[in-house]
């Protein structure tokens, strides 16, 4: 599942510099594999809870301070909507809740079309 959603954001990224070349965005990178002592220093340095999602668009647009995207290759959420019993995924969800509430666009979105959709959509209303 990791590698797959790493290609996912591979793509993504690769989209973002052929049709945005001038937009500055972070690919956090939390796909990667780390050594254990490198997952100790990294947590040192990370606000306690909160889950960095996948891309983040450093780019203000009439409604928001930024876009933030939890990428994903499967839905997070169950048939009934609600978000899947998985502490990690409620974690992503408490901060993009969060990222909302402080005004930015934030949203788990499933595969690429999805992402390349939202993103389109965020940039079209600078």
Not at 97 to 117: M, N, R, S, T
Request: net charge positive.
């Amino acid at each position: 599942m990791k590698h797959k959603e790493f290609e996912l954001q591979k793509s993504i990224c690769k989209y973002l510099d052929l049709q945005y070349p001038e937009l500055l965005y972070l690919s956090t990178g939390t796909s990667l594999k780390l050594t254990m002592g490198q997952a100790v220093r990294n947590k040192l340095i990370q606000k306690n809870g909160f889950k960095v999602p996948d891309l983040l668009i450093l780019h203000p647009n009439n409604l928001y301070h930024g876009l933030f995207l939890e990428l994903k290759i499967e839905s997070p959420y169950k048939k009934d909507g609600q978000i899947k019993s998985n502490e990690h995924l409620q974690g992503q969800e408490k901060s993009i809740k969060d990222l909302i509430k402080w005004g930015y666009y934030a949203c788990f979105v499933v595969g690429f079309d999805e992402a390349k959709d939202i993103i389109d959509k965020y940039l079209d209303i600078i």
